[in-house]
Each structure stands twice: as C-alpha cells, then as structure tokens.
C-alpha cells in the first residue's frame, strides 16, 4: 500500500513530527490521525495553545503557524488494517525534499515504531537523530493525556 498523503511543511517548519502509516480511520477521512481517539490534534492544540481544530485545513494551520510539520517513515508497505506490527516490506520516505525546503533540525516519532523504523532505513540519509516520543494512538492508552503533553511537551521548546 502506498502512502496517500503529502507531508505537511514550509519553509519556515523547523520541527518533524513523523508517524509510521495512516490507519484505516486516517485513510477514510483523507488525512493525518482521522481516528477520533487518536490523542495528536489535542496534544498538539494544547501545546501550541490554540482552539482544538476541526477541519483539515484547521489542522494544516495550527502546525505551520507553529513551525511544525508532519509526515511519515514509509513512504510503502504491507500492513493489515491499522497494526504497526504487522508491517513488512518497508520502503521508506525520501526527506530529502522537505529537509531542503525547510529549517528542520529536530525530528520526533510519533511512538516507538516510527522511531525504530526511522533509525533503521532513514537516519544514516538523513544525519538528523529522532527522538522519540510515546504513541498519541489510542492502542497506547497507558499514556494518559497528562502524560502525553509532559513528554511532548520537548516540542516547543
């Protein structure tokens, strides 16, 4: 399955925030963490201290308006359903372009997945490090969402 989304950046982007695949939920409604107990959207209106947003363009704004962008380790893979665990046969992004077009000097997984896939097939490329954060997915509800600002809170600094 290929990747159906563009990452979300611009010139003045200075943080990566990188998931692992769209789910199923993000597939049907067309973009980034679509699942409605997917935690990302109220993390990230939290910490940017903006209005929780609603529609795909809401979201595009808040992050830009913020510096921060986002998009994921593979580009394609085999995966059933939403199950990280089940993806095999990994091809990864090329950052190349948006590392290029943009002041990013920090990357962020979204969970350990992204950030062990990452390592694997994109860090040597790319020379940035990730650092990982915990899962906003709600797969990781041992995380509760004090927790999950605490962590991400590293972001805006």
């Known amino acids: 399955m290929n990747h159906p989304f563009e990452p979300i950046y611009d010139a003045n982007s200075n943080v990566l925030i990188l998931g692992t695949f769209p789910s199923v939920k993000s597939r049907e409604h067309h ?7 997917n935690r990302f959207w109220k993390v990230m209106s939290t910490l940017t201290h903006t209005k ?5 363009e809401a979201k595009k704004a808040m992050l830009l308006s913020h510096g921060i962008a986002i998009w994921d380790v ?3 893979c085999d ?3 939403s199950s990280d665990s089940s993806i095999t046969n990994v091809i990864p992004m ?3 372009r948006i590392l290029a077009q943009s002041q990013v000097k920090r990357i962020f997984a979204n969970g350990a997945t ?3 896939l ?3 097939y994109c860090e040597q490329s790319t020379g940035i490090p ?3 954060l915990p899962s906003t997915s709600p797969a990781n509800a041992a995380f509760s969402l004090e927790k999950l600002l605490n962590e991400w809170s590293m972001i805006t600094v």
Not at 31 to 37: C, I
Not at 52 to 56: A, F, K, T
């Open 31 to 37: 973009f980034y963490y679509g699942h409605p107990q």
């Open 52 to 56: 929780l947003p609603q529609s795909i």
């Open 74 to 76: 593979i580009q394609s």
């Open 79 to 81: 995966i059933v359903g």
């Open 94 to 96: 090329d950052f190349s």
């Open 114 to 116: 992204a950030a062990k």
């Open 118 to 120: 990452y390592q694997k």
């Open 130 to 132: 990730i650092i990982k």
